[in-house]
């Protein structure tokens, strides 16, 4: 999907390297439209008041991490900004079970997918969600609009992965297979491995944002406490925004099995993040009182 969103700009100023900057003001513009619709969903679904709904917003898109990926032409803004109205629809849809709702759910999720691959496991997500009460036609209007996407592309890539070089194939070939791959090759050393490596590179950049101190053991005591806070919030989170929560839950699983750098992930999803720590706070606040 970014691909052809550059190729389409590139046509409008194809004069290179000087179009580059015209990539990077239309990032911007994705990141406006992410701060829109983070409001929006605040609003929707979590029913935040507008002071702390506009907080979120800007809190969640203008967040030094999410600032500096934007300034590189690389697909996370608009992926943001493709991921809210699409959960956000991907929820009504789940709500009311209505098909045309979830048939738009379908092809929005099916094009958030092609952005970025992560962004599939919102389909489950919402599926699940439909199937539990009992949106059965719902679930599959959804699927198969999303299909409409997800399989030209996967058979394209299938019927061309062999015209990839095997060094480049993790990341422009076929991702299932390559992590098959992997796994099979290194087993649970491997798997446990990838776990490590991952926590840790999440746990350094956590560290650098909110408590940023040399001394090991505040840094471990506050990591702690924001796990807790990020628990306790899913309970209000999953009865206002099941589907997203789902998603978000699935997303993360494969991030930390995932053999690669994880912090573009997190950024991927930054808002979402945002509302479920507040709401753990509040939850602890309360209980404390």
């Known amino acids: 999907g970014y691909p052809l969103v550059l190729a389409a700009l590139w046509n409008?100023?194809?004069s290179f390297p000087d179009n580059i900057v015209l990539f990077k003001?239309?990032?911007?513009?994705?990141?406006?439209?992410?701060?829109?619709?983070?409001?929006?969903?605040?609003?929707?679904?979590?029913?935040l008041a507008p002071p702390w709904a506009a907080a979120t917003a800007i809190v969640g898109t203008l967040s030094v991490v999410v600032l500096l990926i934007t300034g590189v032409v690389l697909s996370e803004p608009l992926f943001l900004a493709l991921l809210l109205p699409s959960l956000l629809v991907a929820e009504r849809?789940?709500?009311?079970?209505?098909v045309r709702v979830a048939i738009l759910a379908g092809l929005l999720l099916g094009a958030l997918a092609m952005v970025r691959t992560l962004g599939v496991f919102a389909i489950p997500a919402a599926g699940l969600i439909m199937l539990r009460r009992g949106h059965w036609r719902a679930m599959l209007a959804m699927g198969a609009a999303a299909s409409l996407f997800i399989v030209p592309w996967q058979r394209w890539v299938m019927a061309h992965q062999g015209e990839i070089a095997h060094p480049l194939v993790g990341k422009y070939?076929?991702?299932?297979?390559w992590l098959v791959e992997g796994y099979s090759a290194g087993g649970w050393t491997f798997a446990r491995d990838v776990l490590v490596r991952n926590a840790q590179d999440i746990d350094r950049t956590i560290s650098y944002m909110f408590f940023p101190v040399q001394v090991a053991w505040p840094r471990a005591i506050a990591l702690a406490a924001l796990?807790?806070?990020?628990?306790?919030?899913?309970?209000?989170?999953?009865?206002?925004?099941?589907?997203?929560?789902?998603f978000l839950g699935g997303y993360m699983l494969v991030v930390m099995l995932w053999p690669f750098e994880p912090n573009r992930f997190l950024i991927a999803v930054w808002p979402l993040w945002f509302p479920l720590l507040g709401f753990g706070v509040s939850a602890c606040w309360r209980a404390g009182v």
């Open 93 to 98: 849809a789940a709500d009311d079970g209505d």
């Open 25 to 47: 003001f239309a990032n911007a513009f994705f990141l406006a439209g992410a701060a829109v619709g983070t409001y929006r969903f605040c609003r929707t679904r979590w029913r």
């Open 227 to 246: 796990l807790v806070f990020l628990l306790a919030g899913t309970k209000r989170y999953a009865r206002n925004a099941p589907v997203t929560l789902g």
């Open 173 to 177: 070939g076929s991702y299932g297979g």
């Open 12 to 14: 409008l100023w194809p």
